[in-house]
């Protein structure tokens, strides 16, 4: 494997790691939320939706080695 290919792993990898944060951030956000903390589910929702735009740049890059 060279090492474009080792890379096209790796950002598929982080990628799905990114999803599993993700989705911890989103359910954080609607537990604080339930329990009154609405500026505190808010920032958590923002956290969901960069890291979800963060995968987009991944999606670029793996295209670029395509």
Same mark, same amino acid.
């Given at each position: 494997?060279?090492?474009? $290919? =080792?890379? @096209? &792993?790796?950002?598929?990898? +982080?990628? %799905?790691?990114?999803? %599993? &944060?993700?989705?911890?951030?989103?359910? +954080?956000?609607? @537990?604080?939320?339930?329990?009154?903390? @609405?500026?505190?589910?808010?920032?958590?929702? $923002?956290?969901?939706? $960069?890291? =979800? =735009?963060?995968?987009?740049?991944?999606?670029?890059?793996? @295209?670029?080695?395509?």
């Amino acid at each position: 494997m060279d090492d474009l $290919q =080792k890379l @096209k &792993h790796l950002l598929r990898h +982080w990628m %799905e790691h990114n999803d %599993e &944060h993700a989705e911890t951030y989103r359910n +954080w956000a609607e @537990k604080v939320s339930s329990l009154g903390n @609405k500026e505190l589910s808010e920032i958590l929702g $923002q956290l969901y939706h $960069q890291t =979800k =735009k963060m995968n987009e740049l991944f999606e670029e890059a793996i @295209k670029k080695i395509d």
